[in-house]
Every structure is written in C-alpha cells, then in structure tokens.
C-alpha cells in the first residue's frame, strides 16, 4: 500500500474509480472539491482494501461514499471505551474491550440522511462520535505489536443510538443490549477521507468533536480512550478472524445525550456532524420514518 488518504470519485467521464486526493490537509478536500479544482493520483481496484494499481493524474468531478455496505463484511463497535464516558453513563470500566455488533447494512455516506425507523422514535435517539477503523488484510490472534500492519485506514464515524431499546428494561429486558438498539439502517455514517497510520499512527492524538444543530455536544483526544487501537484489533482477532474491509468503531468520549442531567435527544431534523481532527467530518440529518 502506497498511498495515505484515499477518495472513492467519480472523473469528468462519469467513471468511478479511487485514488490520493492531491491535498495537504483534510480541509482542503472539500474546499477543493466545491472550487472544482481536486484531483487525485489515480489507484485503480475493486474496493478500498483490494489490491489498487497506481495510475495517473485525474480530476475529481464527484466525490462518492469510500465504503459501501458491499464492502463491509461486518461492523464491530466497542463499548466504554473513552474512560470520562464511562464515569458519566455510572459504569466501571471493563477489564477487556466490550464488543458488539452492527449489521453492514448500518453503513450510510457521509452527508446521507440517517432514516429513523418508527420503532426507533421514541424520543431517545443519541449520537455517538467515533473514530473508526478499517481492517486492511484478513487476520486472526493478531498480536499487539503487529495490529497496526493490518489498519488499512481510519475513518470519522457516529454509532447512532435508539438508547430506550439499548437499556430500559421495559423494551431491553435486564441486560444492556446493544446490537438491535444500535444497527438499524444507516446508524453508522462514515467520512469519504480513509487516513492511513503512515499519516496519524495508533490515532492516539486526534481531536473529536460532535455538533447538533450547530452546538458542540462532545469535545475529546482520542487519548482518552482507555483500549488503544493495537489492543482493541489485537482482542478482536482472538481466535475470530478479522476479515477484510472489516469495521471497528473505538467508542464514544463523554457528552452523549444520554450523559446529561437533561437530555438532549436528537428529533427529526436535526444535523448531526462529527469532526476528527486529520481524518475530516460526517454531517447527517436524522430523518423520522
């Protein structure tokens, strides 16, 4: 693998390839792209974890989602992992990484409108922003200190939450569920920008910052995250193999609706954008069904 930011685009002919936007910074992907002056070195291949062939100079017309539900196998999130989240949900922390599942289907754009089913409108929708991660090649009992040599890349990310389904008793049963709560479709947008670790390492220094309607509701380092990236891929290779294409979310910092003493669940409308510092920003509208 050559490149280290990689775009899913269509050129001027309608033609749909990827390619390394031509930029110095995330900012000016966007801010190329409306001046109509991005382009990109073309890589040229069936999916952001394929094997890519490197071509050349290109121009942008339109930048398209860099992963599709095709190409995701499965998305794996982890659950209290950023250790002031933990405190303001009234949780110990977990001696391992908690997992759970979303379906692939929960994949959506990175300025797609996230539908929220009727069952889901209940007046407990959250937001949750997240770094993720995109595993490059097929692994299993993958240790530490090789973990980050199977990280194609990482993406921004919201793990939408319907949190009446995920945690009271009456619609959850006794134990916390996570997984139907969480994997309606479209509940994980993801930004265009996959960063490889050649640019921003483990990921351990970025900034994470989730708006709504404009206000900022979340504001952390990922340097709170209390499972580091190797840890987090080197726990879920345990004898499962991690396939290609495959997603990990790393979990939410503190400022989720659910979180304060008044919560500010999401309504119909309402914007939700998460920015990563170096990796770029999502911007969704939740749309009710």
């Given amino acids: 693998m050559t490149w280290t930011r990689l775009i899913r685009f269509a050129d001027d002919n309608g033609r749909e390839t990827f390619g390394e936007p031509i930029i110095e910074n995330e900012g000016q ?17 069936a999916s952001p ?4 062939t490197k071509g050349e100079k290109v121009h942008v017309k339109t930048l398209l989602d860099i992963l599709r539900p095709s190409d995701v196998p499965i998305v ?5 992992n950023y250790t002031k989240h933990i405190k303001e949900g009234g949780r110990t922390p977990p001696p391992y990484p908690s997992v759970f599942i979303k379906p692939s289907t929960s994949v959506a754009g990175y300025e797609e409108d996230v539908p929220v089913p009727k069952i889901a409108q209940d007046g407990t929708m959250d937001y949750e922003g997240e770094l993720a991660l995109v595993i490059g090649k097929a692994g299993k009992n993958i240790p530490k200190s090789e973990a980050l040599s199977y990280v194609a890349g990482y993406l921004v990310s919201n793990d939408v939450s319907a949190r009446a389904w995920q945690r009271d008793p009456k619609k959850a049963g006794g134990v916390p569920q996570w997984c139907f709560a969480k994997g309606f479709d479209k509940f994980a947008p993801l930004s265009p920008l996959l960063v490889s670790p050649a640019l921003v390492g483990n990921a351990s220094t970025l900034q994470l910052q989730t ?5 900022e509701r979340q504001n952390e380092t990922t340097g709170d995250l209390l499972f580091g990236v190797e840890e987090i891929v080197s726990f879920c290779s345990q004898g499962t193999t991690l396939e290609a294409g495959s997603l990990i979310l790393t979990g939410t910092p503190s400022g ?4 304060m003493k008044e919560p500010k669940y999401l309504q119909d409308g309402d914007v939700v954008e998460v920015r990563i510092s170096q990796l770029g920003s999502i911007k969704n509208k939740m749309v009710f069904e």
Avoid: D, W
Wanted: net charge negative; glycine share 14%.
């Fill in 29 to 45: 992907l966007t801010e190329l792209l409306s001046k109509g002056e991005l382009y990109a070195t073309e890589y040229a291949g």
């Fill in 49 to 52: 974890v394929a094997a890519l």
């Fill in 76 to 80: 794996r999130c982890i659950g209290l």
């Fill in 211 to 215: 708006f709504v309607n404009g206000e």
């Fill in 256 to 259: 989720v609706a659910m979180g």
